[in-house]
């Protein structure tokens, strides 16, 4: 089983929402930096945002930036990623990952050690 687990994925018409989870029974997720990479057929893995670890503040890409909100839960327990206003070339496999060297986020996915097997995320009509 892979060390973090996404939820949340499916269909959504473009200009709606999901909500994507990732919960990691075994990682500590209030204090490790997490992050949420897409990834779409043919392409390459594509940062989308994090958060550093310790922090409540969120960071984003340019086109995630004033459409997706990532937080943490109330406990700790999972990190949320909100997408609304989705696009139909955002349709990828959404991945999170989370790191257990370093407390700062990256925008590399060599800069995690802990991944999650994946959501697929479709957007269309």
């Known amino acids: 089983q892979a060390p973090l687990v996404e939820s949340g994925g499916g269909l959504v018409m473009p200009g709606g929402s999901l909500r994507l989870s990732c919960v990691g029974p075994?990682?500590?997720?209030?204090?490790?930096?997490i992050a949420w990479f897409r990834q779409a057929p043919g392409k390459e893995r594509e940062w989308v945002s994090c958060?550093?670890?310790?922090?409540?503040?969120?960071y984003y890409s340019d086109s995630a930036e004033g459409r997706f909100t990532m937080s943490r839960s109330k406990d700790d327990s999972a990190m949320v990623l909100q997408m609304n206003r989705l696009k139909p070339e955002e349709t990828a496999v959404y991945y999170c990952?989370?790191?257990?060297?370093?407390?700062?986020?990256?925008?590399?996915?060599?800069?995690?050690?802990?991944w999650g097997q994946g959501a697929q995320v479709t957007v269309s009509s």
């Open positions: 958060i550093n670890g310790g922090d409540t503040n969120s």
């Open positions: 990952a989370a790191s257990l060297v370093t407390g700062q986020c990256s925008r590399r996915p060599s800069g995690y050690d802990y």
């Open positions: 075994g990682i500590p997720l209030k204090i490790s930096p």
